[in-house]
């Protein structure tokens, strides 16, 4: 096969990947990841299960790869934020007040979303745990810049990162912050932020 012949089948391929991606993705949410299965998918696209088979060898295939364009989005916008021209302090409060209202209006707001997240939560820790410490490695970056301007005392800067994403798992976490929404005995966003920030000074 020639070069050009190769791209152009790679480009077809992937158009594939992400037309099978974007309905099973919109089949989760509808319906739930239970309740869904390949032959839905399938349906909805107006192919054969065997076709999707040829994409993705099972239903978990295609659920693994669902969350890791969530993953993905959490990434950026960790990224971006990360990167910001501001203050040390201010990026790891938007940060964390970000992933918060993403985490309390995408994934606990649409439950079907949440169903896809627990269930990776449950199926793929080794994956999920490899994107948290992507995120304390960005971090880590933003408390080393705090030190150096200042903001921050002494400190080695990736310990700092994982124990600033300790201390706030509980906004960030899907199930922790399903659990906590209701009660009245835990503390508000902003001063659980403050309490972690206050640790790094």
Request: a negative charge; charged letters at 25%; proline letters at 2%.
């Amino acid at each position: 096969m020639s070069e050009a012949a190769t791209i152009v089948a790679d480009a077809a391929r992937q158009e594939n990947v992400t037309r099978i991606l974007d309905c099973a993705e919109r089949l989760f949410r509808h319906y739930g990841y239970g309740k869904t299965n390949v032959a839905d998918i399938a349906r909805e696209l107006g192919m054969s299960p065997a076709n999707i088979y040829r994409f993705f060898a099972s239903k978990l295939e295609i659920q693994q790869a669902v969350c890791g364009r969530i993953r993905g989005a959490i990434y950026k916008m960790a990224y971006d934020i990360a990167h910001l021209p501001i203050s040390a302090e201010e990026r790891l409060r938007r940060y964390i007040h970000a992933q918060y209202k993403m985490t309390t209006e995408v994934m606990l707001d649409e439950q079907k979303v949440h169903e896809i997240v627990v269930v990776a939560l449950e199926r793929d820790w080794g994956v999920i745990d490899k994107h948290v410490d992507s995120i304390h490695d960005l971090f880590a970056d933003v408390i080393r810049d705090g030190i150096e301007a200042g903001e921050f005392r002494e400190q080695d800067p990736v310990i700092a990162s994982r124990c600033f994403g300790a201390s706030t798992v509980i906004l960030c976490h899907p199930q922790m912050v399903a659990q906590c929404l209701a009660k009245t005995n835990r503390a508000m966003p902003d001063d659980l932020i403050d309490y972690a920030i206050r640790a790094l000074k």
